[in-house]
């Protein structure tokens, strides 16, 4: 049966949660890739991003009764994912001839339960990405094709679920063109840094390694692939140039893998003297490895840097498969700051053997530490993680609108959810009180300025705001604070 697809929208979902929406607000970088191949077939594209609107479910509901479109697509993750189905379930409400699809990295793995329980709402899930797979479906469904033939996609056939092959990855990366005059720029700023503009960027896709906890490796099945550097400077200026972005955010799981290709990077961004400021994430590895070219990093303006400590202790890096040792992470931090930048990690906190000693303890190492910014995260158990099945009998949480790094998922056997939580809060309250007094003596008027404006957001802006009303800062940081100027 052929359907009529012209009008296509992509969307983010309603959901908020965390710190790092205090820090700013960024594009949504898969949706902006894929509009731009679906445009290539002929189709009109429009990307909602709800999420960076700060809509509600009600102003989604205001949004797509208005419009006229055939297929409304939503990205989600494990944490999105009940606000991604109550937005599909809105557009079935309003427009139920319009074809609901949804993707990402819940939706691949999880296909079965959302069909079991959802399939009232969901009409295809798009497993792996999405910038052939749509094109192809969408094409399918026009011409009345045998969906059967389409790789990557799950669907209902009658009362069976059909599943199709896996879809092999994107080969050519710089064959993609997003879209990036589908966005509203107005929108995406870095509160750190007043006055900016925000974009985000891919430099390459996956990672080879297979951190236990984490979603990235099992999405892109240890693969790693790269634009190359031409192609990434070429986007990194249109991004300055054409759409005003002076912040650009190298969203790559690991973009410094290939040393010599991420040099050529460094080189070509010290060549083009672009006014821009780079957030980059990577390995503590990389950063060792690099040790003779950090100069290289900040001249080509990499501003602030994350890397994956994630443990203090040994046995627990052992755990994660981290494959690094606690002395190379804290050399790595060292390393990231005597060269100029931002130093930022985070610590991951409630395993089944967590006690509150052994919280005290990683409290204290994370001083040892000292990056600029330390994160405590609760440690989550992705459905289809690695980690799940050895964490499933302590998993006391089954919203997985909590699943965000922030909500106590699992209950360690000497601690309840609420001390796992209270403890949280405590290690952020005890490390930026430790810190503020550092932040406001920094001789550096620029590097005071960032690292003091950046904790008041995170103190005001994110999910430690109610824990903080009416906690007095020291007073040797009191001033400062009070006299930083937010966006």
């Known amino acids: ?82 606000a991604s189905l109550e937005m599909l379930k809105i557009s079935k409400d309003e427009h139920p001839n319009a074809i609901s699809v949804l993707g990402n990295v819940h939706p691949t793995f999880e296909y079965k339960e959302l069909f079991n329980s959802h399939s009232d709402k969901i009409d295809f899930i798009v497993r792996g ?30 009362t069976s679920i059909t599943v199709t092959p896996g879809r092999n990855f994107v080969d050519d990366l710089d064959s993609l063109d997003p879209a990036w005059d589908l966005l509203d720029w107005s929108l995406y700023k870095f509160f750190v840094i007043p006055k900016s503009r925000m974009g985000i960027i891919n430099s390459s896709r996956g990672c080879p390694h297979d951190c236990i906890f984490c979603s990235q490796q099992k999405f892109w099945n240890r693969s790693y692939r790269e634009l190359s550097p031409e ?44 006014d821009i400021s780079l957030l980059l994430e990577t390995r503590v590895e990389d950063i060792l490895r690099d040790r003779d070219i950090l100069w290289k990093y900040r001249k080509a303006k990499i501003l602030h840097i994350y890397v994956g400590v994630e443990a203090t202790n040994q046995t627990s890096l052992d755990i994660f498969k981290k494959n690094i040792k606690c002395e190379e992470s804290q050399e790595a931090l060292r390393l990231i700051a005597a060269n100029g930048m931002i130093s930022e990690c985070s610590f991951v906190l409630g395993m089944p053997d967590e006690t509150h000693e052994t919280i005290a303890t990683t409290l ?20 289809y993680a690695d980690l799940y099945s050895d964490l499933k009998n302590y998993i006391r949480e089954y919203d997985y609108s909590k699943y965000n790094l922030i909500t106590p998922i699992i209950e360690p056997e000497a601690m309840t959810l609420t001390e796992v939580n209270d403890s949280i809060i405590n290690c952020y309250k005890e490390f ?15 590097r005071r300025d960032y690292l003091l404006r950046a904790t008041r957001l995170m103190m005001q802006n994110s999910f430690l705001q109610k824990y903080m009303k009416g906690r007095q800062m020291p007073h040797s940081v009191s001033t400062p604070f009070k006299q930083m100027e937010l966006v």
Request: charged residues 25%; negative net charge; hydrophobic residues 40%.
């Open 432 to 446: 930026y009180k430790w810190k503020a007094p550092q932040f406001a003596n920094d001789p550096n008027d620029f």
């Open 364 to 383: 204290e190492l994370a001083k040892h530490y000292n990056p600029d910014y330390g994160h405590f995260l609760a440690i989550t158990p992705w459905p």
């Open 129 to 158: 990405e999405g910038e052939v797979t749509l094109p192809e479906l969408f094409n399918a469904l026009k011409n009345g094709d045998n969906l059967k033939s389409i790789s990557g996609i799950v669907f209902r056939d009658g």
């Open 1 to 82: 049966m052929m359907k009529k697809i012209k009008n296509i929208i992509l969307a983010t979902p309603p959901y908020h949660a965390g710190v790092l929406e205090s820090a700013g607000i960024w594009p949504p970088l898969g949706l902006v890739y894929i509009a731009g191949e679906l445009r290539k077939h002929g189709y009109n594209v429009e990307i909602y991003d709800s999420m960076s609107l700060q809509h509600s479910l009600e102003d989604v509901r205001c949004f797509l009764k208005d419009k006229n479109y055939d297929v409304l697509g939503v990205s989600s993750i494990t944490a999105s994912i009940v």
């Open 231 to 274: 192609k990434f400077i070429h986007q990194v200026e249109e991004l300055n140039l054409k759409y005003g972005v002076n912040v650009v955010m190298i969203s790559d799981e690991y973009p410094t893998k290939n040393r010599e290709r991420w040099e050529k990077i460094l080189d070509l961004l010290i060549d083009k003297e672009m």
